[in-house]
Each structure stands twice: as C-alpha cells, then as structure tokens.
C-alpha cells in the first residue's frame, strides 16, 4: 500500500501561478512513475503530467505544455507540478497518482491515488 497526499492548491487569478506537491508514504520506484490527473465538475478525470523515477523522463497534455513542468525529488519520494500562466479552464481538483503499468496517459495504468487538492483559477 502507498498514501498519497498532495498539497499547495488554492485560489489564483488568471495568470499566476501555483506548485502542487505530492507526498508518498513510501518509495515507489519500482512503479517506474507518478502520475498527475484532474477533474473538472462534470466532467472525466483527465491526464495533466507524469514523470518517470529513473531518469526523469516527462509527459504532458497538450493544454499544459509550456505552462506546466513536473519534476520528482528521488531522494524525499515528492512530485511536483509547477503550474504557470494559469488559465479559468485549469480549474478542477489535482490528483497524484502512483503508476502501475501501461502506458503513462490513461488512469487505467496507475493503482494508487490521493485524494486530489482544489484548484481554482478565477478570470
């Protein structure tokens, strides 16, 4: 088992800027990385970033490219998702998840979750 907690959401105008960090109880290097996903209301959680252990090798969305920058800290077992320039549509609540298998794009390849942190991006 592995808890995740994230942290660092908030309230932001457009435009500015927020770090989100994910916290895991243990070491889960051998899951080859981490995931961050979010969900707006009414809508399906979608893929955002995620980040391989090893050699830090990184995956965006389109709509975040440019803005957003994941990066790990292997030593303390954090994940971070450094979110600049952001925008209304940002909104939703962020999750960290640990990745089990597959591919690093579908929510259907990580096994642990936290319980997201809230974003919210006012125009």
């Known amino acids: 088992q592995v808890q995740l907690v994230e942290s660092g959401g908030g309230l932001v105008q457009a435009g500015g800027s927020l770090r989100l960090s994910c916290a895991a109880s243990?070491?889960?290097?051998?899951?080859?990385?981490m995931g961050w996903f979010r969900q707006a209301p009414g809508k399906e959680r979608e893929f955002v970033a995620a980040i391989t252990w090893s050699y830090g090798y990184t995956y965006y969305t389109d709509s975040v490219k440019g803005r957003f920058t994941i990066s790990r800290n292997t030593a303390t077992n954090m994940v971070y998702l450094q979110m600049n320039s952001l925008l209304p549509e940002d909104t939703a609540v962020y999750y960290c998840?640990?990745?089990?298998?597959?591919?690093?794009?579908?929510?259907?390849?990580?096994?642990?979750w936290g319980q997201g942190t809230q974003v919210t991006v006012s125009s």
């Open positions: 243990r070491r889960t290097f051998s899951s080859g990385g």
């Open positions: 998840a640990v990745r089990s298998s597959g591919n690093y794009y579908s929510a259907s390849s990580y096994d642990y």
